[in-house]
């Protein structure tokens, strides 16, 4: 069998759909017995009928508990005091979500499984010395992470990381000569995901390289649950997730002035689609994870760029007072 009739015979029994949803479900609950916790994937699928009803929660139960914190101070108030309502002003922590609708999945590609190998397991920070702050800041394609990243990295004098940035350099360099990388850059022209093992060791290496830095401010991460979990399991918790929030005509509108401008290779118009579609599937249970541990705020994005780095500066001032205060005591 060739890899093109494995690519086939996998996609058509929707065999990587199923190991995706079946990694989550593990990756949330994080058995004593992953193997007993496997079988029951595998039994509730038979039950379903089969891996085309299940969805990529599916093995994430109602009655599910959240995962344990990195740190001991589970029960630490929010890094920003907020309204944590509905009420006016330009932030609020983010209470009420809509419910997942439909699931997104990356199709699997053999050659690219056998050359990415899985995620190394090592310190990614010197546990002998307090870690850097490590910020997140989220939203849609298009709501304007890349210019405020940078204009608090600069404002804090932190270290600016674009996951979107560093994997295009990557792919300029290898795509041509690389089979991985060539694979990738397809996923990411057609709008999809970079495979996450990709993304969490390109992330490392860039903390690693600049381990004397006061913090990080991460644009464009995580943009799926998986990716959120599997970087609080190798690297720990970000300190605060800021999420941009902008309308789908805003997001649309800047895509395509940013397609025109720039030409970038994922702002076509099938990939811009693909790509807010992606983002509404995955935002809700990314912030939802983090609203349950204190960490998210929402901004909104819909406003003037000095408007909205007036907000986000003094919520991250307020995270690191807070911060500051917790390590004093």
């Known amino acids: 069998m060739n890899t093109n009739d494995a690519k ?32 029951s994937c595998l039994q509730k699928t038979r039950d379903l009928g089969g891996p085309e009803h299940i969805a990529w929660d599916t093995f994430i ?13 589970q029960g630490k108030p929010p890094p920003c005091k907020l309204d944590g309502g509905t009420g006016p002003g330009p932030y609020r922590r983010y209470d009420r979500l809509p419910p997942i609708q439909a699931q ?19 310190d990614v920070f010197d546990p002998s010395k307090p870690r850097p702050h490590i910020i997140f800041i989220i939203g849609g394609p298009g709501s304007g992470k890349g210019t405020q990243t940078a204009k608090i990295a600069h404002h ?8 979107g940035e560093i994997l295009r350099n990557q792919l300029l360099h290898h795509a041509p000569s690389d089979r991985k990388w060539e694979l990738i850059a397809q996923i ?28 990080f401010i991460v644009d464009g991460f995580p943009r799926e649950i998986s990716q959120a979990f599997t970087f609080e399991e190798q690297i720990g918790s970000p ?49 939802k994870y983090y609203q349950e541990r204190g960490l998210i705020v929402r901004v909104d994005a819909d406003r003037d760029e000095d408007d909205i780095f007036t907000d986000i500066c003094a919520i991250v001032k307020e995270s690191l007072t807070h911060a500051s205060s917790t390590e004093e005591l």
Do not use: W
């Open 8 to 39: 086939e015979y996998l996609s058509k029994r929707q065999i990587p759909h199923l190991f995706e949803s079946m990694l989550t479900g593990l990756m949330y609950h994080r058995p004593e017995d992953p193997l007993a916790f496997l079988d």
């Open 61 to 73: 139960t109602p009655d599910r508990k959240p995962l344990p914190p990195i740190s001991p101070a």
């Open 104 to 122: 997104f999945s990356i199709e699997s590609d053999s050659d690219m499984t056998e050359s990415s190998g899985l995620i190394q397991e090592y």
């Open 156 to 163: 804090y004098d932190f270290q600016h990381v674009s996951v």
């Open 188 to 215: 990411i022209a057609n709008g999809e995901l970079a495979p996450q093992e990709t993304t969490i060791e390109e992330l490392k290496h860039q903390f690693i390289k600049k381990q004397d830095a006061k913090g």
């Open 239 to 287: 300190d605060l997730v800021i999420l941009l929030a902008c309308s789908n005509q805003q997001l649309r509108q800047r895509l395509e002035k940013r397609a025109s401008q720039q030409g970038r290779p994922d702002d076509n118009t099938h990939a811009i689609e693909k790509r807010l579609d992606t983002f509404k599937h995955n935002i809700s249970l990314i912030a």
